[in-house]
Nanobody, 121 residues
Framework: QAHLVESGGGVVQSGGSLRLSCVGS????????MGWYRQTPGKQRELVAT???????NYADSVTGRFTISRASANNTVWLQMNSLKPEDSAVYFC???????????????WGQGTRVTVSA
């Protein structure tokens, strides 16, 4: 079981910035893709941004140009820099990791516990 520990959520005014961090740990696990998803009550969890171990980034259209994902593969850490935040960005943000154990061909998918982001108007 991989452990993903998130930090950095909080309350910010519209137009402000926050930086989320996630550190993953799992023996013998290759963190192929790490990223962020978010969820609001009554809605499905949605992609925010992901990044492969090779540095390829993918963003949701709604955050492109405002959010930046980065990661340090050496220590399985991923960050999400969120600028120009809007009230509609308010959600619980979940760190996600996809990959494989060195001893298995099966893909695994892990989630963090979530960190709340609230953007006030």
């Amino acid at each position: 079981q991989a452990h993903l520990v998130e930090s950095g959520g909080g309350v910010v005014q519209s137009g402000g910035s926050l930086r989320l961090s996630c550190v993953g740990s799992a023996p013998d696990f290759n963190f192929d893709v790490m990223g962020w998803y978010r969820q609001t009550p009554g809605k499905q969890r949605e992609l925010v941004a992901t990044m492969t171990s090779g540095g390829y980034a993918n963003y949701a259209d709604s955050v492109t140009g405002r959010f930046t994902i980065s990661r340090a593969s050496a220590n399985n850490t991923v960050w999400l820099q969120m600028n120009s935040l809007k009230p509609e960005d308010s959600a619980v943000y979940f760190c996600n990791a996809k990959g494989r154990y060195t001893w298995s061909f099966s893909p695994y998918n892990f989630w963090g516990q979530g960190t709340r982001v609230t953007v006030s108007a």
